[in-house]
């Protein structure tokens, strides 16, 4: 992990040595007094920790970054895929910075898939917050589930740059360049569940103002178009132009 | 998966029953004579085969696509990654089409990754497979192993897109537009290892006409990388523009 989350008053306090990320810390990467690490508190800044003691608890001394990183202004809709595919799309979509994953009920899925223990048990909260501390990022994803396709895009903003990956009925290749006109501020990235969308969803789809667009003529695994899309769709809105790392290198720091 | 690879002697004479395959057919998807799917012949045509016999052998009768998919134009160079890491690559670069797969061990790197049963077993060829299978493709890209980044930059064609992911020392944010000038003709991507680069990297890349590059302030996975990379990669070179699915759908096919 590249950043440990943690909560305003374990910054300040520390941590007990019983938690898990202080035997991360002082068990595997096995640093001690001095040590520097960063750290975020959950939608709140980051910041460069250095220990300051290992007993009776772990506590740091932390340099906080000036503002909180921005969000990227990116919704993705997910027809509700097998568990397997599920925690990749959760963790590399916080990876990325996707501000919400809609989780729809498509019309050619498999209920079963959300009686999955990832969605009865927090295990689908650690996957995205394991994603965000790969990417040293404390900003976490919105998740939220929707009972289909139209209520998942209801509750997304209007406007915007608005693609539904189909390897079937798109018009046209999906791109990276920015949209001609004024470039959109924001973008809601519809990936279709394995079997594809139904001819009722594509209709939907079109309905609000989303254009049908594929990845060529080979068909990927739904965490992949989940990859690959959000990477277009922020490269269209110049989502990564504001670059500003959190430190270059810690050695450095 | 989407298609099913196999000899052009398979082709012809079929399946013995006790083959993975015809147990995958008959067993696990319960088809029968008369259910249809997608062949293809190892860098050769794909088709779509009818089951003729399940008894004594599985066999087809196959119309085959009139000319081979094309190659898409990109070559991905990877510092060699921990083998979990390097599995995701190998499928995911294979079902996105890349054209070779260059792994090279980089200054940062862990040399022992090498020695994984990944690579001293048939383990890698399996996942590139299953990557071009997952993709209803027949082409399985290159891969190769090679002492260092000079050597696999050394095996790539000249000229082209050329570039490198690198979140600290990158000059900008990596696009998908189609670069000004000429469209290039092909593209070269090259994906550090989870450390980054060293300075002689850099430098190498540089001076190879590798532009370093961004996908923003978050710090992506080997994995994530090489699928977002390559996807802005192949949008940039336009690749997707020949669309031309085997069959929108089996059961119209």
Redesign the interface.
């Given at each position: 992990m590249?950043l440990m989350l943690m909560t305003e008053r374990e910054a300040k306090e520390g941590l007990p040595l019983a938690d898990a990320r202080s035997r991360h810390l002082l068990k595997t990467l096995r640093v001690g007094i001095g040590a520097k690490v960063h750290v975020g508190v959950r939608n709140g800044r980051r910041g460069i920790a250095v220990i300051l003691t290992t007993e009776p608890r772990l506590t740091f001394g932390i340099r906080w970054e000036e503002s909180i990183?921005p969000m990227?202004p990116l919704d993705v809709l997910v027809g509700l895929p097998r568990p397997q595919s599920a925690r990749k799309v959760l963790h590399?979509l916080a990876?990325?910075?996707a501000r919400k994953i809609r989780l729809f009920r498509p019309a050619k899925g498999d209920p079963a898939y959300a009686t999955s223990s990832l969605w009865t048990t927090e295990e689908w909260r650690e996957l995205v917050e394991k994603g965000a501390e790969?990417?040293?990022?404390a900003l976490l994803p919105e998740v939220s589930h929707h009972a289909d396709l139209a209520e998942a895009m209801g509750a997304c903003p209007s406007g915007g740059l608005r693609i539904a990956l189909d390897?079937?009925e798109?018009s046209?290749?999906?791109?990276?360049?920015?949209p001609k006109g004024p470039r959109p501020s924001a973008a809601v990235l519809a990936i279709g569940p394995e079997r594809g969308w139904d001819a009722a969803e594509r209709a939907a789809l079109r309905e609000g103002g989303f254009e049908l667009m594929?990845?060529?003529?080979?068909?990927?695994?739904v965490e992949?178009a989940c990859?690959?899309?959000?990477?277009?769709c922020?490269?269209?809105l110049?989502?990564?132009?504001?670059?500003?790392?959190?430190v270059?290198?810690l050695d450095a720091g």
């Open positions: 590249n990183q990227l590399d990876s990325l910075g790969q990417a040293c990022s390897p079937y798109a046209g290749p999906m791109s990276g360049a920015a594929h990845l060529g003529d080979r068909i990927a695994r992949t990859v690959a899309g959000a990477a277009l922020l490269a269209a110049g989502a990564w132009r504001a670059h500003r790392p959190i270059p290198d």
